[in-house]
């Protein structure tokens, strides 16, 4: 089965969203829902998923800035981005963003049936790739990791990605997520969100740089997204740390 994420803030698109993908009797679950982009976010980084719906229009975090911002820290999950007419254009910004597909309100059963299918067969098409690359790779495990974090060592902070990473070494986004985990112990966006706020702790502390300035310098594209994690991480927001040091 694939799993699933519903991000809508309407809670009754939501339901008639799942109980369509139900019925569909397809090989997918409902692993979770959210009620905008920012908590979405969070619920990811501790948690796996295929697929995702997200709506455009939501408050918070909308659905353009949680694709940034998802494209930024992982790579390797696919996006369907729900809207209506009047929202096409937003649509077009989300698919250069790397979004997979989209579907318009009211969203029609064979319109989501057509959509389901033609990412079950791309599916298919990458773990085909993926079990190739398996058969030709001849680079030990260690030495593609430290190819790996010599990119991040040479890459501007706001510029660092597992999509980007992966073709460094020639390997699928997803095998090198589970590659990374295994050799060093921790989740590849774990590791990067380390690098980042330590990062941010030191222009905090040294720099008179503006706090929306340091979460854009450190990858961050969401003022608010920057500042949750930061207090997540340090106990602080990035005002009171920067207080506290005075």
């Known amino acids: 089965m694939f799993s699933i994420l519903l991000v809508d803030d309407e809670k009754w698109v939501r339901t008639t969203l799942k109980w369509s993908i139900k019925q569909l009797n397809l090989p997918f679950q409902i692993s979770h829902e959210c009620a905008n ?107 593609t990791i430290e190819k790996v974090l010599q990119y991040i060592e040479k890459t501007p902070l706001a510029q660092i990605n597992l999509k980007e990473a992966a073709e460094k070494v020639h390997m699928n986004p997803s095998y090198l997520s589970q590659l990374f985990k295994q050799q060093l112990n921790k989740k590849f966006v774990d590791y990067i969100t380390e690098i980042r706020m330590k990062e941010a702790k030191r222009l905090l502390l040294y720099t008179s740089l503006r706090i929306s300035e340091i979460a854009e310098r450190v990858g961050y594209s969401d003022l608010a997204y920057f500042s949750n994690n930061f207090k997540k991480i340090t106990g602080s927001s990035p005002s009171v740390f920067r207080k506290s040091a005075d």
């Open 37 to 143: 982009g920012l908590e979405a976010l969070d619920w990811i980084k501790q948690n796996e998923i295929d697929l995702i719906f997200t709506d455009i229009s939501m408050p918070i975090m909308d659905g353009l800035a949680f694709v940034k911002e998802l494209r930024q820290y992982n790579g390797d999950q696919d996006v369907i981005v729900i809207s209506v007419h009047d929202e096409f254009q937003f649509v077009q910004k989300a698919i250069r963003n790397g979004v997979t597909d989209y579907l318009l309100k009211p969203i029609e059963e064979n319109d989501l049936k057509f959509c389901l299918e033609k990412w079950i067969n791309k599916r298919k098409g990458e773990e085909e790739k993926k079990n190739d690359a398996f058969d030709v790779n001849e680079e030990l495990p260690s030495s």
